[in-house]
């Protein structure tokens, strides 16, 4: 069984930091294509919105809203990806959710995520 569990998210100031962590568990092999976690992220009221994506090679990808503000990583020994989140601003109120796929191309369409996390919640004060 497929598992990712998502912690990190909490409460914080406007300009502060937090660190999200996505553990993985299960995951079935693949034998050609790689795998990619990326975090999406839902506001009340909004579609969920892709943020980062990362691949087993290292590879990032980014949604412009986050560029030059958020990082994302992947620990594969440890089965665990985070996204660093720096000079955090209230539109980033949002619950966020890691998402698995097995693909041959980066995406930040939820669509294509066959894997799917409970999310935590972030809120940021102004």
């Known amino acids: 069984e497929v598992r990712l569990a998502e912690s990190g998210g909490g409460l914080v100031q406007s300009g502060g930091s937090l660190r999200l962590s996505c553990a993985a568990s299960?995951?079935?092999?693949?034998?050609?294509?790689?795998?990619?976690v990326a975090w999406f992220r839902q506001r009340n009221g909004e579609e969920r919105e892709g943020v980062a994506v990362?691949?087993?090679?290292?590879?990032?990808d980014y949604a412009n809203s986050v560029k030059g503000r958020f990082a994302i990583s992947w620990n594969i020994s440890a089965d665990t990806a985070y996204l660093q989140m720096d000079n955090l601003s209230p539109r980033d109120t949002a619950m966020y959710y890691c998402?698995?796929?097995?693909?041959?191309?980066?995406?930040?369409?939820?669509?294509?995520?066959?894997?799917w996390g409970q999310g935590t919640q972030v809120t940021v004060s102004s």
């Open positions: 998402a698995a796929r097995k693909g041959m191309y980066k995406s930040l369409s939820a669509t294509t995520y066959t894997y």
């Open positions: 299960g995951l079935p092999f693949r034998y050609y294509d790689l795998y990619y």
């Open positions: 990362v691949d087993e090679r290292g590879t990032t």
